[in-house]
C-alpha cells in the first residue's frame, strides 16, 4: 500500500523544478537513497534545509528527484529503456545561486574555448601583430628634413631661372608695346605675363 501511494505522487524534491510524473511520464525520477551518507549528500546538494530534519527512511520513501539534476556521467550506461543511476551517483545540477561543484567540470570549458579560438587572435601573436610601427629616432629625423630642405633648395632655384627668363620676356614685351602699340595680341600677352611675374615674386 506504501509502495503504491508513493508511486501516485512522484514529485521532484528540487528547488525551482515542478517535474513530476504526472506531468512528465517520459522523465525518470529517483529515490532518495537508503545509505544514508549518500542520502546526505542528496540533501545537502539539493540546497533543502526542511530535508535535512526529515529521516532518512522518510526521504528514501518520499522524495524523489527528477533526471534533469543528474549529469550524464551518473547514468548506468546498460540501461536499456529506463534511466538508471550509477551506485553512489549524486545530483549536482539545480537552478540555486549556490549549485554544487559539477562532477565533469572540465568538459565543458574547452568547447567554449574552441570556438573563441575562431574568432580570437590567440595573445601572444596578437601583441606581435598590433604592436605600433617603430618610432623614427632623434639622429634620423633631422637627416628626413635636411633632405626636404635640399629639395626645397633645388625648387626654389628652378623658380628663380623661370621667374629671371619670365622677367627677361616682360622686358622685352613691354618694349615691344611700346614701340609697336597698334598690335593687341601682344599687349595681352604681355599683361598675363605681368601677372605671373607679380604672383612669383609674392611667392617668392
Ligand atoms: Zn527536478
Known amino acids: 500500500m506504501a509502495a503504491s501511494t508513493s508511486t501516485h505522487c512522484r514529485w521532484c524534491s528540487a528547488v525551482n523544478c515542478s517535474n513530476s510524473k504526472n506531468k512528465r511520464p517520459d522523465l525518470s525520477f529517483f529515490?532518495?537513497?537508503?545509505?544514508?551518507?549518500?542520502?546526505?549528500?542528496?540533501?545537502?546538494?539539493t540546497r533543502r534545509a526542511d530535508l535535512e530534519e526529515k529521516s532518512f527512511e522518510h526521504l528514501h520513501k518520499n522524495n524523489y528527484l527528477?533526471?534533469?539534476?543528474?549529469?550524464?556521467?551518473?547514468?548506468?550506461?546498460?540501461?536499456?529503456?529506463?534511466?538508471?543511476?550509477?551506485?553512489?551517483?549524486?545530483?549536482?545540477i539545480f537552478n540555486v545561486p549556490n549549485p554544487p561543484p559539477k562532477l565533469t567540470?572540465?568538459?565543458?570549458?574547452p568547447k567554449v574555448r574552441n570556438d573563441d579560438d575562431l574568432f580570437d587572435v590567440p595573445p601572444t601573436s596578437s601583441t606581435q601583430q598590433y604592436s605600433p610601427p617603430p618610432i623614427p629616432d632623434s639622429k634620423s629625423t633631422p637627416s628626413f628634413h635636411e633632405e626636404d630642405r635640399e629639395s626645397l633648395k633645388r625648387k626654389l632655384c628652378a623658380e628663380r631661372a623661370k621667374n629671371w627668363r619670365l622677367k627677361k620676356k616682360l622686358k622685352l614685351c613691354h618694349e615691344?608695346?611700346?614701340t609697336r602699340k597698334s598690335t593687341p595680341g601682344v599687349s595681352e600677352k604681355s599683361t598675363s605675363l605681368i601677372q605671373v611675374g607679380k604672383a612669383l615674386s609674392s611667392y617668392l
Open 31 to 45: 529515490r532518495f537513497p537508503a545509505e544514508h551518507e549518500l542520502c546526505k549528500v542528496w540533501v545537502i546538494n
Open 66 to 92: 527528477c533526471a534533469e539534476h543528474f549529469e550524464p556521467c551518473c547514468f548506468s550506461k546498460t540501461a536499456t529503456s529506463r534511466a538508471r543511476l550509477i551506485n553512489g551517483a549524486v545530483p549536482t
Open 105 to 109: 567540470p572540465s568538459q565543458p570549458p
Open 176 to 178: 615691344n608695346t611700346s
